[in-house]
């Protein structure tokens, strides 16, 4: 897959030291995401493909598949927080 996912304007990925744990601020709110779309999250630049995100990924952890890559996106797209380059 060639398209390269970015976060929206507006919204940012931070860690919260008080929580432990990655949130994303967007204008509306705050999200908290699970440790799996944080690690995805991580690497929504614009500039890296989502084949890119998965072979990334899939140096750190075992099982990775593109298609689980895609479903997180598309989530978080839903969420108006993910957009496409």
């Known amino acids: 897959?060639?398209?390269k996912?970015?976060?929206r304007?507006?919204?940012r990925l931070t860690y919260d030291k008080v929580r432990e744990t990655h949130v994303l601020l967007f204008p509306e709110g705050v999200l908290v995401p699970n440790?799996?779309?944080a690690a995805v999250l991580e690497l929504?630049?614009?500039e890296t493909s989502v084949a890119d995100i998965?072979?990334?990924?899939g140096r750190k952890y075992r099982g990775v598949r593109e298609a689980d890559i895609?479903?997180?996106l598309s989530r978080?797209?839903?969420r108006r927080v993910v957009e496409w380059t």
Not at 54 to 57: F, H, P, Q, R, V
């Open 70 to 72: 895609s479903g997180v």
């Open 35 to 37: 440790k799996t779309a």
């Open 5 to 7: 996912p970015r976060l």
């Open 1 to 3: 897959m060639s398209v």
């Open 76 to 78: 978080l797209e839903e």
């Open 44 to 46: 929504c630049d614009g």
């Open 54 to 57: 998965t072979e990334a990924l």
């Open 9 to 11: 304007r507006g919204v």
